[in-house]
């Protein structure tokens, strides 16, 4: 399976030329059986704590009106539908190929490639400027006779983390790389407060 | 008579110099983003949401149409000018387009894309405004049983149309939507349901952080990291085609309206089935010589695929406007940004929200003359723009997705949400998951557990017999929902 992927690009155009439908947002070229045989335990786990949870609601009333009554279901047929992915890929390519997994080597050998590692790092960025942007909390003023220029946590780290993010992604010059920060970074600040009057994130 | 003052109020408001600069806002907007590969028409909604927080309703409104309308041709420029579709709706057109370049007739093929575009634009609304009453009339007839069923089969049918061979992985995307909405206060007894002692999760997850989650962050994490290809700008030449070679291809033109209205009215069904669909048709209907074409550089084949993706907005409003369903995740960001500004979507829009449907139609006119007009004029700074690495492009929208996640309830709950979203959406996508039938879930779960518990204590005494026999609507309804995974499961199952 692993060597037949294709990109979404590729596996639209041979859609259209054999006429096959491949849905809204097509998939089925970025899974491979042992992933929907990862995903079938994971989804029916996860309907089973939603029953498990739904169950502890109660029923204050009676049980057609119990809080818990729509989520114990979808639950249950989670389970279903899990136990349906789990058939149709067994049906489709074996037991055999839906075990084939590589332990810990697929972790190396997703970690091997260059493009998988861009993303682990790009999540971590983003995850951190979430993560500090959230303890910011201030909004400094600079009053002029024209206008008054404001500075906030949100400016604060969204600049230092753009360019960052520039500097791994696209590898320009330092200097190209703050300016394009600093310039994207006030003036989304600028069309969001002064034009579109919208409170900023870290801006108290 | 009191239709036609409301017409013509409604007219005057969209009509406002200010009304149209915010279209052509919204219109410039969406025909650049769209034309930027990788950035989608969904991704561009839901981002710019945030932007229309700070916005009066009609200007929110006039704004998200402009974007809706532009991005959707948007992704033909890069299609045909760099052999990379700017939007996945856009892949028939670039394989067609693309061919016509090479032959030094780049500009002729966007300009075909344009007419076509103009044209699929005008069938969607003329089938929006004939079929609107329609609905609303049957609309009106729907009580609990009947509502909850048309949301369930809302989430069967997107997970359906979602992820193609595999139904079951569109419908667990769903019913895991389904298990998101339930978060927060129940609506009947006010019992915290999954909120395992977080105040914060008491209010439930509001599904525009988790639109820009999925559609934005999870894009940029996908597209990002790739290397990128380089930008191919090259001379357009020619753009208006002649109105003989136009006329030739009406036939084409007015079926493939219709197949793009349509399937944008089915949940989960958009722009790319409807210009998939419309392109596999046109090829089986085209005559001899003209199929030789396909494939090689067809401008029928444009034709359809165009006039299909641009119809589907106008049947995307449909089920939007009349039901509260969208028809697809785009529309479920119009949704969203009409429901933020007080607009109350469903069958009673008329009577709660007076002459916004009109204002909608005259919208969404105003949006495809404009769109005319504007993707003339921006094909050329398009070309520059190719040449700006996606790179350099990808990492500017990050700030935007933290700004629109915070600026729905300046709540920055909601941009740890749309964070995590963003990292689930990425997931599920490398596991191969549809993400619209999630967003979709969680916007219709409400409805169904509500309308579901009430029509359950009406039918408390009832035998189930009766029920089937007394609410003909709802037996329908549960004949299609059950049709849908019968479809599903053993027909779709069986064919691959």
Request: aromatic residues 12%; charged residues 15%.
């Amino acid at each position: 399976m692993a060597d037949q992927k294709k990109s979404r690009l590729e596996a639209d155009i041979e859609s259209l030329e054999k006429g096959i439908f491949t849905g809204e947002e097509g998939g089925d070229e970025r899974s491979s059986p042992h992933k929907d045989f990862i995903a079938s335990i994971v989804v029916a786990i996860f309907g089973a704590f939603s029953m498990y949870f739904s169950l502890q609601l109660g029923a204050p009333e009676s049980l057609y009106t119990a809080p818990g009554l729509l989520p114990f279901v979808t639950g249950a047929s989670l389970i279903l539908m899990a136990w349906g992915l789990f058939v149709k890929t067994r049906r489709r390519y074996g037991m055999e190929e839906m075990l084939k997994s590589e332990g810990t080597r697929a972790i190396s050998a997703y970690l091997a490639e260059t493009e998988n590692r861009r993303t682990l790092l790009l999540m971590t960025i983003v995850g951190l400027y979430v993560i500090v942007l959230g303890q910011m909390d201030f909004d400094w003023r600079f009053k002029t006779s024209f206008y008054t220029f404001r500075f906030s946590g949100f400016e604060a780290i969204s600049i230092p983390v753009i360019f960052v993010i520039l500097r791994f992604f696209w590898r320009s010059t330092l200097l190209n790389c703050f300016l394009v920060a600093t310039g994207i970074v006030v003036f989304l600040a600028v069309v969001f407060r002064d034009g579109f009057l919208i409170l900023l994130p870290g801006a108290g | 008579m009191f239709e036609l003052q409301e017409v013509l109020t409604q007219a005057a408001i969209a009509f406002h110099p200010w009304m149209i600069w915010i279209c052509l806002l919204g219109v410039t907007l969406g025909i650049l983003w769209g034309a930027m590969p990788g950035l989608s028409t969904t991704m561009a909604m839901a981002l710019l949401i945030g932007l229309s927080t700070g916005m009066s309703q009609h200007v929110a409104i006039m704004f998200m149409l402009g974007v809706y309308t532009g991005s959707v041709f948007g992704g033909a420029i890069s299609a045909v000018l760099i052999n990379i579709p700017g939007t996945p709706d856009a892949v028939p057109t670039m394989i067609e387009g693309h061919k016509l370049a090479l032959r030094g007739e780049g500009g002729l093929a966007l300009g075909t894309a344009i007419m076509g575009s103009f044209m699929g634009n005008w069938i969607g609304i003329i089938l929006l405004i004939t079929f609107i009453p329609a609905i609303l009339f049957l609309a009106l007839q729907f009580r609990s049983w009947e509502m909850f069923l048309l949301s369930m089969w809302g989430i069967a049918i997107c997970g359906s149309m979602a992820a193609g061979d595999m139904p079951i992985k569109g419908w667990i995307s769903g019913w895991i939507g389904l298990m998101i909405s339930f978060v927060g206060l129940d609506i009947i007894h006010g019992v915290a349901r999954f909120t395992f002692g977080v105040r914060t999760l008491e209010d439930g997850i509001s599904y525009i952080p988790l639109l820009i989650g999925l559609f934005g962050l999870t894009e940029i994490l996908k597209v990002l990291p790739q290397k990128s290809p380089p930008g191919i700008p090259s001379e357009v030449g020619r753009i208006i085609p002649p109105m003989k070679q136009l006329m030739k291809y009406s036939k084409a033109a007015f079926r493939s309206g219709i197949i793009g209205t349509i399937i944008g009215a089915i949940p989960g069904a958009g722009a790319n089935v409807a210009s998939f669909l419309s392109y596999d048709i046109g090829r089986r209907r085209a005559g001899e010589e003209e199929r030789q074409k396909w494939g090689k550089g067809s401008y029928e084949a444009i034709v359809c695929a165009e006039v299909a993706n641009n119809a589907n907005i106008g049947g995307s409003m449909l089920p939007t406007l009349t039901l509260g369903i969208p028809g697809n995740a785009a529309a479920a960001a119009i949704l969203a940004a009409l429901e933020m500004k007080n607009v109350v979507v469903g069958p009673t829009i008329q009577t709660e929200n007076p002459g916004i449907i009109f204002f909608i139609y005259i919208g969404l006119i105003i949006a495809n003359f404009l769109m005319y007009g504007m993707a003339i004029a921006l094909i050329k700074p398009c070309v520059k723009l190719f040449s700006l690495p996606r790179t350099l492009l990808m990492p500017l929208i990050i700030p935007i997705c933290v700004m629109g996640s915070f600026a729905v309830a300046l709540n920055y709950f909601d941009v740890y949400l749309m964070f995590i979203a963003g990292i689930v959406g990425y997931i599920l996508h490398r596991f191969g998951f549809p993400l619209a039938p999630m967003v979709l879930a969680v916007i219709l779960g409400p409805l169904a557990d509500e309308n579901m518990r009430r029509a359950l204590l009406v039918f408390e005494d009832e035998h189930w017999w009766s029920i089937l026999i007394d609410r003909p609507i709802g037996t329908i309804l549960l004949v299609i929902v059950i049709y849908t995974f019968y479809d599903g499961i053993f027909k779709r199952g069986k064919e691959q």
